[in-house]
């Protein structure tokens, strides 16, 4: 499926994660952080704030963005390079305080396998991310998982 590397790789997985998946439909919760993002990048183009205080993602991110970062449907809001990616992270009962990231669709199928069977709530967070500038901001957090319904999942729908 990966041939041409002209085509505009835009609406990946990580960029449709938490707007058409069916079961996050189904618990809700999914929550934008575009607002808070805009808010943040005005007050940077404002003279407000400056670049270091916008742009200081923690190394781990951004060795996770070079590495399995997915391109981004945008260039990077502050240095408007090509070079900014998505990244996701998942939280949870026995996953690291920092979260872990979730590099693939598999990934994220066994994360979701793994909540449905986990008592404990489990949710995900996608991050956008540049390399370059080391600009980084929220996108989008999801439930994975509601920590109560586990139990009840398996034994009725609707
Ligand atoms: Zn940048």
Redesign the pocket.
């Known amino acids: 499926m990966v041939r041409g590397m002209t085509a505009p790789r835009t609406g990946g997985w990580l960029a449709r994660l938490g707007l058409g998946e069916q079961h996050a439909r189904a618990i809700g919760g999914v929550v934008d952080h575009r607002l808070a993002r805009r808010a943040l990048l005005d007050e940077f183009r404002r003279g407000r704030l400056r670049q270091d205080q916008v742009?200081d993602a923690h190394p781990e991110l951004l060795r996770a963005a070079r590495s399995v970062g997915e391109p981004a449907a945008e260039?990077?809001?502050?240095?408007?390079?090509p070079?900014?990616v998505l990244v996701a992270y998942a939280f949870g009962p026995r996953l690291p305080s920092h979260g872990r990231c979730v590099a693939t669709t598999a990934e994220w199928d066994q994360l979701v396998r793994t909540a449905r069977r986990t008592p404990g709530a489990f949710s995900a967070y996608v991050v956008e991310a540049?390399?370059?500038?080391?600009?980084h901001h929220l996108v989008r957090t999801l439930p994975v998982s509601r920590g109560e319904a586990v139990a009840a999942r398996s034994s009725k729908s609707g």
Not at 130 to 135: E, L, N, Q, R
């Open positions: 742009c260039p990077c809001p502050v240095c408007l390079k070079d900014l540049c390399p370059s500038c080391s600009w």
